[in-house]
């Protein structure tokens, strides 16, 4: 079982992504935004983090160019459901996501990505 921290804006993206994580036996904690999430990391460190790449107050790019250069081993995936998805979660992976998200995705995408995640991230470092 891991922790793991959603960064969603979107409320019911938020439940139904901690659903899934939650039925898979994983710890869930959720941030409206990067702001809250990078605070809530920082007082709480998690496995995983999984961040929706539009947001309000502080997006997801700059949330995971925070992350990765304050705890630069933590597993970041990030999501994107815009049209500009590709583009954006290319420019995450070069910033340093571990694993990306074109929403809508099936809850076999989001697991199979965590799982990747928690495996791969020390090879990939």
């Known amino acids: 079982m891991a922790q793991i921290l959603v960064i969603d804006d ?3 993206i938020r439940v139904i992504i901690e659903q899934i994580l939650q039925s898979a036996g994983h710890a869930v ?6 702001r809250e999430g990078v605070d809530i990391f920082r007082a ?6 999984i961040t929706d790449l539009y947001m309000p107050n502080q997006e997801g790019l700059e949330t995971i160019r925070e992350l ?12 994107s459901g815009r049209p500009t998805a590709e583009t954006m979660l290319s420019i995450a992976q070069k910033l340093g996501a571990v ?3 074109q929403k809508p995705f099936v809850p076999q995408e989001l697991l199979a ?3 990747k995640a928690l495996h791969g991230h020390s090879q990939s470092q």
């Not at 904690?29 to 990067?34: E, K, P, T």
């Not at 709480?44 to 983090?49: E, F, G, K, R, W």
């Open 68 to 79: 990765r250069s304050r705890f630069p081993t933590v597993a970041i995936i990030a999501m």
């Open 29 to 34: 904690i959720s941030a409206v935004d990067g």
């Open 44 to 49: 709480n460190p998690v496995d995983v983090v």
């Open 113 to 115: 990505a965590v799982t």
């Open 99 to 101: 694993g990306v998200l």
């Open 10 to 12: 979107d409320p019911a």
